[in-house]
């Protein structure tokens, strides 16, 4: 009795914080998203595309250059990226499916680069080049590999400080809250099928914390312009640019079959990434909420008065001076997805996720449509919040629940995978 009693209390902290985490972030359990669509406000400022060569060329660099303004600040693209390490891990992973490999990357030149790790699962059974999937997440890669016995076993023998988060039971708690799946991934399932994965953990880039996350701001690599980013999730965005240079190079994968993948904060980076690289060709934004797939106006959910004040180094100063006149600010998310056109996005959600603006998204991705329209696509063309179509150039999926990741939503990113790499041959010449 006296261990459960002493176990209770040493949990009592963890609990503390997680509730904390999960109503400034969540809302969860609070209520339901709306589902009703015909009697929303719209997107604006209203797209209006003349043509494709008319988006290229002239409207989406202004509006990368208005984003930047105004959000996210400069978009660290063209920065050089280096292998500093390589070493693998495991040649004989999960049976035999895939090799394991990890990079050590450098992000820019000399003592000015920013390093990171990049664990690589490659496809042992087959000899055709792999189609890519690269995800940025809140977790060092043991711990995405965790189920796998490699925690902390032989990635990462020299970690960062300020890593990955409690262990133990509080992993077990955050799983229970967020999802098995908010850190690790299905490894065995993407080798099955023949797709490579690639990790890293943003905050080795940049750490995910207010004053720490600013100084790294203005000690990380400078643009040819001489500029830096301003924000972390425009920062974080070079993890995925860095990865793609490394690994395009690798025979072993399919440069032409490239997606990304983020959750939440990180969903916001990968819409960033795909947005401002023509490398991508397929984006997973899970739940990115407000500063990425949502709207800024008309919406429940956190404001942009609430982000900018929890988290003001995810963005550019510039983006907190609207939060209270947002009809001043002269661009909205739906923007931000009409810059991921051509490629497929898939929006993911959670029902109870009121946090994330569920509707918002869904409108937001309804006024994006005019950018993949020019290049004679649907975009989204689902009826409603719950009619996923996992072939849709923009898919849109709702399902029950709060924030994070669950198996429904593994199902779901797995359909549209398999549904995008079957069918996305010729899509790099079309993005750009």
């Keep these: 009795m006296m261990r459960r009693i002493l176990r209770i209390i040493l949990i009592l902290p963890l609990l503390g914080i997680v509730a904390v985490t999960a109503t400034s972030c969540t809302m969860l359990g609070l209520n ?16 209006d595309i003349s043509s494709a060569d008319s988006w290229l060329n002239e409207q989406a660099p202004r509006l990368r250059s208005d ?29 035999g499916l895939g090799t394991l490999e990890e990079y050590v990357i450098q992000i820019g030149n000399g ?21 890519l999937i690269v995800s940025q997440t809140f977790s060092q890669n043991p711990s995405v ?10 990635l990462m023998e020299n970690p960062p400080e300020n890593g990955e988060g409690p262990g133990g039971f509080g992993i077990g708690l955050i799983h229970f809250i967020f999802g098995s799946y908010i850190q690790k991934a299905p490894l065995d399932e993407y080798l099955q099928r023949g797709y490579a994965f690639a990790n890293f953990y943003a905050g080795e880039i940049v750490p995910d914390r207010g004053e720490a996350g600013r100084a790294a701001l203005e000690q990380f690599p400078a643009m040819a312009d001489g500029r830096r ?38 969903g916001k980076s990968a819409l960033v990434a795909g947005g401002w690289d023509d490398r991508i060709e397929l984006v997973i934004s899970h739940q ?17 008065k ?4 929890n988290y003001p180094h995810w963005f550019d100063p510039a983006y907190a001076l609207y939060a209270e006149d947002l009809d001043a600010l002269p661009v909205d998310q739906h923007m931000l997805l009409a810059l991921n056109a051509p490629r497929r996005v898939l929006i993911g959600n959670g029902r109870r996720d ?6 918002g998204a869904f409108r937001a991705a309804l006024g994006a449509n005019p950018a993949w329209e020019a290049f004679d696509k649907a975009g989204l063309a689902q009826s409603g919040l719950r009619n996923f179509d996992p072939s849709a150039d923009v898919a849109f999926h709702m399902r029950p629940g709060g924030h994070g990741i669950i198996r429904a939503d593994i199902d779901a990113f797995l359909a549209f995978l398999d549904a995008s790499f079957t069918s996305i041959e010729g899509a790099k010449t079309a993005v750009r």
């Design 32 to 47: 339901y998203a709306s589902l009703e669509v015909d009697n929303k406000p719209v997107a604006r400022p209203v797209l």
């Design 67 to 95: 984003l930047e303004q105004h959000v996210f600040g400069p978009v660290p693209v063209g920065l050089p990226s280096k292998v500093i390490s390589k070493k693998i891990v495991d040649d004989r992973f999960l049976d």
């Design 111 to 131: 003592a000015d680069g920013v390093q990171f790790h990049l664990a690589a699962v490659f496809p042992n059974r087959t000899s055709r080049p792999a189609p």
């Design 145 to 154: 590999l965790r189920q796998y016995d490699l925690h902390p076993g032989p």
């Design 229 to 266: 980013p301003t924000g972390t999730v425009a920062a974080w965005a070079a993890g995925y640019f860095a990865a793609i240079d490394v690994l395009d190079a690798d025979p072993r994968i399919d440069t032409s079959h490239t997606a990304v993948f983020g959750h939440s904060r990180h």
């Design 288 to 304: 990115s909420g407000t500063g990425g797939a949502s709207l800024n106006r008309e919406k429940p959910g956190e404001s942009v």
């Design 306 to 309: 609430q982000i900018t004040k």
């Design 354 to 359: 009121v946090w994330s603006d569920p509707n």
